[in-house]
């Protein structure tokens, strides 16, 4: 099969000009050797995007957004990277079969994916036999119509534990590999379908791919757990997938929002009314992958956890995580049913699309729930729940949110505004930036020795010369991060013989565990001059400050020595340490 190499990648790359094809997009404005334009990655009125025409990379001043043509497109479109790639060969009348593509990126796991494919379709069709009598009413009562059936791929694991590993061996697949997946079970050696008597749920990764099965009783079996999930492997990782989110995302950029439930019933209920831009956690804390992913949407992310205690305190902590992140969060709490899905069954579609229609800002929930187990007509409750609203109040940077909270807390509480304002710089005493400057990405403070680290990748990007010099003037890094980092970009040079930032983008989009901090080193120095000597003076950072470390390692260690002649050993090693370092 005819496969797209890389190198084709990269030339089509090389063809397309980012600047005509950001510009066939947005109006781009020359400023002197950069382009720039409103970037339309966050709420920009200003242009904060510069397009760079000699490195072929743009990158947003304000959100952060980096990269090279095709993460631009696959941004904006909102597609798949490798689509991306096809719309760019597209629009510089190349011609590129997506589906042979698609094999090639995919085809680590492709026979994986097939066998779950498989599997799924095998579980549907049990539906649709005689077994399944108890199974469809089951889901008939529980008001899964057979559009919900078939939206989300919900099918029937069957009585007998072996019925998907014959189908399964009868088209060759290894046993190993049905086991490394999750599908079927070795019990002393021999082997059993993991699931049966269960209606199953497939669960996706972000694009798409089934990656395993969530499946539950439906007899009312007392003595089982009543839901079994498919064990962590090489294509399902838990933390890294949300549910439903392949569907949800084009709905999501469309609405400017996406609503997190808990669980994939929640979520498949609410899609079920019409509403789509919907995820579920499959649990109750939020991991760092998933934050992730709600963050790349740019869209304002609404949670709608259970309505017990467990939900109250994850959304508060999982709010918390996603403001520190930067993302505007806002809380619908229902009232009455446990979880959406029993709410929507109750009191209805319409109910709950009120509750959408009108969430309210993570904050409001915050200082709503400060009220929780307090008598405000006692005074010492009263004092205690003004405090808190002021702590709470002093961590926002947004000016008019604590104007309005303060006349709140005035008039509701009879409080004089000046001593409110009086108590709240005491909880803070930085400065209030203007609510008129458009959100700047913060950026946290960096050490020497992390900023000439992350310069000397950035350079290393630029071509062979630098990773030359990097190799033999440097050639480690203490950082994981970036000694991982170099590794890739030698790696790729000795791979392709030549290097440039924007190719370098494009290997590393599938490499998530990289991906955004090279972006963020891209994002940092695209306006650098790249020479021998700059990248020198860094290496020469980097040097003196881990001999500086070194030097204190051995010191520390020389104070806890009791053997003289370990401590005079390690003097010397001192001494010649300093030597070097002048
Ligand atoms: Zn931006």
């Known amino acids: 099969m005819a496969f797209v190499s890389n190198d084709e990648i990269n030339e089509i790359r090389a063809q397309a000009d980012i600047v005509s094809i950001i510009g066939s997009y947005i109006p781009l404005t020359q400023r002197g050797k950069n382009y720039v334009c409103v970037c339309p990655f966050h709420d920009d009125h200003s242009p904060s995007m510069s397009v760079s025409s000699e490195k072929q990379i743009y990158k947003c ?10 993460t631009f497109v696959s941004e904006y479109e909102n597609v798949p990277f490798i689509e991306a790639v096809s719309i760019v060969a597209n629009k510089i009348g190349r011609k590129l079969s997506l589906d042979t593509y698609k094999s090639n ?144 995302v084009n709905h999501a950029k469309r609405e400017k929002s996406i609503i997190v439930v808990e669980g994939f019933m929640d979520a498949i209920r609410i899609s079920s009314i019409g509403i789509k831009n919907v995820v579920a956690l499959q649990g109750t804390a939020m991991t760092d992958n998933q934050i992730t992913m709600l963050k790349k949407l740019r869209v304002k992310v609404i949670l709608c956890l259970d309505n017990d205690n467990a939900g109250l305190i994850a959304t508060l902590n ?27 069954l109750a009191n209805g579609a319409e109910a709950f699309q009120k509750n959408v229609q ?75 930036k203007s609510i008129k400057q458009p959100a700047k990405k913060e950026r946290v403070k960096k050490e020497a020795y992390t900023i000439a680290s992350e310069k000397i990748l950035y350079f290393m990007m630029n071509g062979n010369e630098y990773i030359n010099e990097y190799r033999n003037k440097l050639g480690f890094f203490s950082d994981s991060i970036h000694r991982e980092i170099a590794n890739e970009i030698v790696y790729y040079y000795e791979t392709n013989k030549k290097i440039t930032v924007a190719d370098f983008i494009t290997y590393i989009t599938n490499k998530n565990n990289i991906k955004e901090k090279v972006m963020e080193i891209v994002n940092n120095a695209i306006n650098d001059i790249v020479t021998i000597e700059a990248m020198d003076e860094y290496i020469d950072v980097v040097l003196k400050i881990t001999t500086k470390n070194e030097i204190k390692r051995l010191k520390d260690l020389m104070k806890k020595e009791l053997d003289m002649d370990k401590k005079m050993k390690l003097a010397e090693q001192i001494a010649e340490l300093k030597k070097e370092d002048v």
């Open 358 to 432: 009108n969430p309210i800002s993570f904050f409001e929930f915050k200082i709503n729930n400060l009220k929780s187990n307090k008598d405000l007509n006692n005074v010492e409750d009263l004092a205690t729940y003004v405090n808190d609203v002021l702590k709470n109040l002093s961590t926002t940077t947004d000016e008019i949110l604590r104007e309005v909270t303060l006349n709140k807390l005035s008039n509701d509480y009879n409080l004089s505004i000046d001593v409110l304002k009086k108590k709240l710089l005491s909880f803070a005493p930085v400065e209030v």
């Open 105 to 248: 990126v995919n085809q680590v796991f492709k026979e994986e994916y097939e066998i779950m494919l498989l599997a799924q379709k095998f579980y549907q069709n049990n539906l649709r036999t005689s077994f399944a009598k108890e199974a469809n009413k089951y889901l008939k009562d529980r008001n899964m119509t057979e559009d919900i059936i078939k939206e989300f791929g919900i099918g029937l694991s069957l009585d007998s534990n072996d019925s998907l590993i014959k189908l399964l061996n009868s088209k060759n697949y290894d046993n190993k590999k049905l086991e490394n997946i999750g599908l079927i079970n070795n019990v002393n050696g021999k082997f059993y379908d993991m699931f049966s008597r269960r209606i199953t749920f497939p669960l996706w990764d972000k694009d798409g791919n089934i990656v395993g099965f969530s499946a539950r009783v439906y007899r009312g079996e007392k003595d089982v757990s009543k839901y079994m999930n498919s064990k962590e492997s090489k294509i399902f990782k838990k933390g890294e997938t949300l549910y439903n989110y392949h569907n949800a």
């Open 318 to 344: 999982n709010g918390e995580e996603l403001v520190k992140n930067n993302i505007e969060t806002f809380v619908i709490r229902l009232s009455g049913e446990k979880d959406p899905d029993e709410y929507i």
């Open 61 to 70: 001043f304000s959100c952060g957004a980096t990269g090279n043509v095709f």
